[in-house]
C-alpha cells in the first residue's frame, strides 16, 4: 500500500504539516529534523503529491496542452503523438508535468478558461490552431501564458509552425519534376490554416509551371473515409482527364487514398503518384511506402514548450514566433508520369 503523509509523520514523530514543510525545502525546519524524516521518506518510498504541494504554494509544476480529441480526423493523426512526445521531452528536462486537456469544449473555450483559472498550470500550449482562435482567446481573457502550435488568423501572440505555404509549394514541385501536369490536392480543410496554405503552396507551384488548376481536382477533407466521399473521390480522379499524382494534406488522407485507389484497381504509383505530409511511422510500413513531407513534429513540439517555458520564466519578454523546416521525403508512392499528364 502506497505510503501517506501520515505514515511518514507517523513514523518521524513529527506532525503531517512538518513533513510537507520538508517536502517543499522550507529553511523553517532545522537540518536534523530535515534529516530524519528525509530518512523516513525514503524508507517508506514516500513520493510527495507535487501538484497538491504546488497549488499550495501557488507556484505550480504543471503546464498543459490543449488537444480536441473529438475532431474527426485530426484526432487520429499521428502527428499529435509526435508532437506530444517533443512538448514531454522539454517539459521533464525542467521538471515540469504535462497535463492534456481534451473535449469538444475545448474548440468553445469554456474548458480551457477553467482550466486557467483553476491554479493548476502555469501555462498552455494549444496543439494545432484552428482559424476561428476561439481557444486563444479565451487564454487571452485569462491571462496565462500559452503558445499555440500553428500560428493564429492574425498571427499575433507566440507560436511554432512551419512554412506551409512553402511545403505545398515544394510537395507539388516534387511530382512536377517529375513529369505531372494534372496533379490532385485531397484534403483541403477549412478549418485549418496548415491545410489551407499546404493548398495555397499547391497552386503556386501549378502557377509557376504554367500548368492549370483544376478545381474540381481539389478535393475537401470534410468526409473522407465515408463511402460517399469514396465514390466521389474516385470519379474525381478517373476518367479521360483524370490526374497522375495527389498531394494529400496529411499522411492519413494518403494512406486512405492509396487503400482507396488500390481496392479500385488504380496502380500506385505507376497509374497515380501520391504525397503526403507529417512523415508518420505508418507512412514507412505501407505497400508501397509514402512519399511525404516531414514536418519534423517532435520538433514543432519541443520548441512550444522551451518557448512556454522561456514566457513563464520571463513574463515581459517580447512576442516570440518560430518556423520548423520541413523536409521532403521520396519513397514509392511517387514515380515518373508515364502518360505525360
Same mark, same amino acid.
Given at each position: ?12 514523530? %513529527?506532525?503531517? &504539516? $512538518? ?5 517543499? !525545502? =522550507?529553511?523553517?525546519? +532545522?537540518? @536534523?529534523?530535515?534529516?530524519? *524524516? ?59 508535468? %504535462?497535463?492534456? &486537456? $481534451? ?5 468553445? !473555450? =469554456?474548458?480551457?478558461? +477553467?482550466? @486557467?483559472?483553476?491554479?493548476? *498550470? ?220
Amino acid at each position: 500500500m502506497k505510503a501517506t503523509i501520515k505514515d511518514v509523520a507517523r513514523a518521524a514523530g %513529527v506532525s503531517p &504539516s $512538518t513533513v510537507s514543510r520538508v517536502a517543499s !525545502g =522550507s529553511a523553517r525546519i +532545522s537540518e @536534523s529534523t530535515k534529516k530524519r *524524516v528525509k530518512a523516513v521518506m525514503q524508507e517508506l518510498n514516500y513520493k510527495p503529491n507535487l501538484l497538491a504541494r504546488s497549488l499550495v504554494r501557488q507556484d505550480s509544476c504543471a503546464i498543459a496542452v490543449v488537444y480536441d480529441c473529438y475532431t474527426k480526423g485530426y484526432s487520429q493523426d499521428p502527428f499529435f503523438m509526435e508532437a506530444m512526445r517533443g512538448i514531454c521531452q522539454a517539459a521533464q528536462e525542467q521538471s515540469l508535468h %504535462v497535463l492534456i &486537456s $481534451t473535449g469538444a469544449d475545448g474548440r468553445k !473555450g =469554456s474548458g480551457i478558461a +477553467s482550466l @486557467s483559472q483553476s491554479g493548476m *498550470v502555469r501555462g498552455m500550449i494549444l496543439l494545432s490552431a484552428p482559424v476561428d482562435d476561439i481557444p486563444a482567446e479565451a487564454l487571452r481573457e485569462a491571462g496565462l501564458p500559452f503558445v499555440e502550435i500553428g500560428h493564429p488568423s492574425d498571427r499575433s501572440g507566440n507560436w511554432v509552425d512551419n512554412d506551409n505555404v512553402l511545403a505545398g509549394r515544394e510537395a507539388t514541385e516534387t511530382l512536377i519534376r517529375k513529369g505531372h501536369k494534372r496533379i490532385a490536392f485531397v484534403g483541403a480543410d477549412g478549418s485549418y490554416h496548415y491545410t489551407m496554405e499546404r493548398l495555397t503552396g499547391y497552386r503556386e507551384a501549378l502557377r509557376k509551371a504554367n500548368l492549370p488548376i483544376d478545381e474540381s481536382l481539389i478535393i475537401p477533407a470534410a468526409g473522407v473515409g465515408d463511402k460517399a466521399s469514396e465514390d466521389s473521390c474516385i470519379k474525381r480522379l478517373c476518367g479521360e482527364k483524370a490526374p497522375s499524382a495527389s498531394v494529400c494534406a496529411t499522411d492519413d488522407l494518403a494512406v486512405w487514398l492509396i487503400g482507396t485507389l488500390t481496392k479500385h484497381g488504380i496502380d500506385v504509383p505507376l497509374t497515380m503518384s501520391v504525397i503526403g505530409f507529417n512523415n508518420s511511422p505508418m507512412s514507412r510500413y505501407i505497400v508501397p511506402s509514402l512519399s511525404t513531407v516531414d514536418i519534423n513534429a517532435f520538433e514543432l513540439g519541443r520548441k512550444a514548450c522551451d518557448m512556454l517555458i522561456d514566457i513563464m520564466e520571463n513574463p515581459d519578454s517580447e512576442v516570440k514566433n518560430e518556423i520548423i523546416k520541413t523536409t521532403i521525403i521520396e519513397r514509392d508512392s511517387t514515380a515518373g508520369s508515364v502518360k505525360g499528364r
